[in-house]
């Protein structure tokens, strides 16, 4: 399976709460809920043909744990996300939990990048990771992400937890994809290229 991480992030690069002011409250976290007032049906239809491409969810504890407590207690049947979110097989990366209530869940302890490179392993399209910024940051410093997907919110927060940080080799990325919605989101797909490249700055003239 392909190894995919969709992210929604502040243009500073925060993607921490997206949904609501009491989704993610850690750290004193209180500005929650940036992502809603621009959501629209381009966001929507985009996300969808996203998770149509998933044959499983890659998530970390924290998110596995918000979800599990969300996602079964919609009960809109207009909802285009619902069905297909609680009826993916949910993969967990976690040391601490033993089993999961928002099946079918498989709670993978361990080494996440020695027991995520078995799974990747496994015949299948997409492998989704959603949220769990943490592991998404782990797995991509270790070049398991084949895939990342972005929305980007035209806003700037200036507190709360980054998707992107620490310690770790380079990562190149090529843009595959990309579209503006009518609100101002912008649809980001790129694929994992390995290192990135670096090069000295000679003038204008070496690009021309």
């Known amino acids: 399976m392909k190894l995919t991480l969709t992210e929604f992030v502040t243009l500073d690069g925060v993607s921490q709460g997206p949904g609501s002011s009491t989704e993610d409250?850690?750290?004193?976290?209180?500005?929650?809920?940036?992502l809603v007032p621009y959501l629209d049906e381009t966001f929507i239809q985009r996300t969808s043909e996203w998770l149509d491409s998933a044959d499983g969810l890659l998530l970390g504890r924290r998110t596995y744990e918000a979800f599990a407590r969300d996602w079964p207690a919609i009960t809109d049947p207009r909802d285009p996300f619902t069905e297909r979110m609680n009826a993916l097989p949910k993969y967990v990366v976690s040391n601490t939990l033993t089993a999961g209530s928002w099946n079918p869940t498989t709670v993978l302890p361990g080494d996440p990048v020695a027991t995520v490179g078995d799974l990747k392993r496994r015949p299948g399209r997409e492998l989704q990771i959603h949220g769990s910024s943490h592991l998404g940051n782990c797995l991509l410093?270790?070049?398991?992400?084949?895939?990342?997907?972005?929305?980007v919110a035209p806003t700037v927060l200036r507190t709360g937890r980054r998707l992107l940080t620490g310690n770790g080799s380079t990562t190149g990325l090529r843009l595959t994809r990309h579209e503006a919605t009518g609100r101002g989101l912008l649809l980001?797909?790129?694929?994992?290229?390995?290192?990135?490249?670096?090069?000295?700055?000679?003038?204008?003239?070496?690009?021309?």
């Open 141 to 151: 410093a270790a070049g398991l992400v084949d895939i990342v997907r972005l929305v």
């Open 25 to 34: 409250t850690s750290d004193g976290f209180d500005r929650g809920g940036w």
């Open 188 to 208: 980001l797909e790129y694929e994992v290229g390995g290192p990135a490249p670096l090069a000295e700055f000679d003038g204008v003239s070496q690009f021309v």
